[in-house]
C-alpha cells in the first residue's frame, strides 16, 4: 500500500517511483494507494503506465487494507 497523502511529485520523484514498482513487481500481488488527490491522481496514473500495473485508489487507510487483505 502507498499512502500519497500530502506528497510531492517532480521528475526525480516519478523515476525513482518507477524504478521502486519495477524492482518490486515480482513480489506483490495487488497494489492500493491512499491519498490520491490532484495531481498524484496523475503521478499514479504514469506510474500504472510504467508499470503496466493497476493501483487501485482508495480515501482512507482502512478501506484499502481491507481490501488488500481480501485479494485472492
Known amino acids: 500500500m ?3 497523502t500530502r ?3 517532480d521528475t526525480e520523484v516519478l523515476v525513482a517511483l518507477k524504478d521502486f514498482t519495477k524492482h518490486n513487481e515480482p513480489y ?3 497494489s492500493a494507494v491512499v491519498g490520491v488527490t490532484g495531481i498524484a491522481a496523475i503521478a499514479v496514473m504514469a506510474e500504472s503506465q ?3 500495473r493497476t493501483f487501485k485508489t482508495f480515501d ?3 478501506a484499502a ?3 488488500l487483505v481480501a485479494q485472492p
Open 2 to 4: 502507498f499512502d500519497v
Open 50 to 52: 510504467f508499470s503496466g
Open 65 to 67: 487494507m481491507d481490501w
Open 60 to 62: 482512507d487507510r482502512a
Open 7 to 9: 506528497a510531492f511529485y
Open 28 to 30: 506483490m500481488k495487488a
